[in-house]
């Protein structure tokens, strides 16, 4: 079965930087797209980035230029390069996969806090 499994959150002070891995398992995700979100307490989970066969990838406007997406498809990893970070940044970040068929999966998610 499929299975995301994220790494990488942690706690940095603003300025710094993170670098968050997904992992995919389970299936052919080749042509799958791949994406980052981010959710607080409270809130719904908002999109960050993603990545697709087709086309450059794309952010949403708050990170852009801060956050690279980026993924390799041989180990399956996609990946957020994360830069500049300030506290709004902080959430717990999922990673989702979507298929060619239209399914779609969560990794568990990965906290992510930004404190002096």
């Known amino acids: 079965q499929v299975q995301l499994v994220e790494s990488g959150g942690g706690l940095v002070q603003p300025g710094g930087s993170l670098k968050l891995s997904c992992v995919a398992s389970g299936s052919d995700f080749s042509k799958s797209a791949m994406a980052w979100y981010r959710q607080t307490p409270g809130h719904e989970r908002d999109w960050v980035a993603a990545?697709?066969?087709?086309?450059?990838?794309k952010y949403e406007d708050s990170v852009k230029d801060r956050f690279i997406i980026s993924r390799d498809k041989v180990t399956n990893t996609v990946f957020l390069q994360m830069n500049n970070l300030k506290p709004e940044d902080t959430a717990i970040y999922f990673c989702?996969?979507?298929?060619?068929?239209?399914?779609?999966?969560w990794g568990q998610g990965t906290q992510v806090t930004i404190s002096s």
């Open positions: 990545i697709t066969n087709v086309g450059g990838p």
């Open positions: 989702k996969v979507t298929m060619t068929n239209g399914a779609q999966y």
